[in-house]
């Protein structure tokens, strides 16, 4: 059984800065890839950034340039990814989802078989 924890996230200002974190375990442990989706009211929840399990990132077209995805080396039984949020906007404002090893070759779709609560990110304008 897989569990992903989030912290982070909160009010902030637009041109702020947010940082989300996001650990990951199970037993027995397996290092894979890491992504964040965001879900705002009333739309689909949308890809924001993803890391492979050898650091490899994409990002999504409208976070590009601004938000920065990394992890930290991985431990026996968990690994750490952090979301880097720049240059906030009101439209970046949604709830923000941690997900844990991919079940398809797109890192791009939200099937992953491990995922967060969620955090509330408010961009105030």
């Known amino acids: 059984q897989g569990h992903v924890a989030e912290s982070g996230g909160g009010l902030v200002q637009a041109g702020g800065s947010v940082k989300l974190s996001c650990v990951g375990s199970?037993?027995?442990?397996?290092?894979?890839?890491m992504a964040w989706f965001r879900q705002a009211p009333g739309k689909e929840r949308e890809f924001v950034a993803s890391i492979s399990w050898s650091g490899s990132t994409d990002y999504g077209d409208s976070v590009k340039g601004r938000f920065t995805i990394s992890k930290e080396k991985a431990t026996a039984d968990q690994e750490t990814a952090h979301l880097q949020m720049n240059s906030l906007k009101p439209e970046d404002t949604a709830v923000y989802f941690c997900a844990r090893c991919t079940s398809t070759d797109n890192p791009r779709r939200p099937e992953y078989m491990y995922w967060g609560q969620g955090s509330q990110v408010t961009v105030s304008s």
């Open positions: 199970e037993r027995p442990f397996t290092a894979c890839g």
